[in-house]
């Protein structure tokens, strides 16, 4: 079983910018599709970012495209995601997920492994 490690959450202001990394274990990370996901209080998981397992398919969720980029280096197996613009709306805990296949899912059921997530809080 895959091992999800999420880091580079933390405390930023309205307009910063963060950027989450996401490293996996083992040597398949190359043939899968990968997620990012946040969950605030009180509300369900959401999808955020989705990206094929070479990366030439990816998806945003309406409320962050144009600010959030996701992308892979598949020889680091590593996903990161690169969030500019940041609004209190975005804070929550963020969780990369590994898909079930080389599709870029936007459904939780799409996954089946995730990480432990990384907390991400911006001020206003």
């Known amino acids: 079983q895959v091992q999800l490690v999420e880091s580079g959450g933390g405390l930023v202001q309205t307009g910063g910018s963060l950027r989450l990394s996401c490293v996996a274990s083992g040597r398949t990370f190359g043939s899968y599709g990968m997620g990012w996901f946040r969950q605030a209080p009180g509300k369900e998981r959401e999808s955020v970012a989705a990206i094929s397992y070479r990366g030439a398919n990816t998806y945003y969720t309406d409320s962050v495209k144009g600010r959030f980029t996701i992308s892979r280096d598949n020889a680091k197996n590593t996903v990161y995601l690169q969030m500019n613009s940041l609004k209190p709306e975005d804070t929550a805990v963020y969780y990369c997920?590994?898909?079930?296949?080389?599709?870029?899912?936007?459904?939780?059921?799409?996954?089946?492994?995730w990480g432990p997530g990384t907390q991400v809080t911006v001020s206003s």
């Open positions: 997920a590994r898909s079930r296949t080389t599709v870029a899912y936007t459904t939780l059921s799409g996954y089946n492994d």
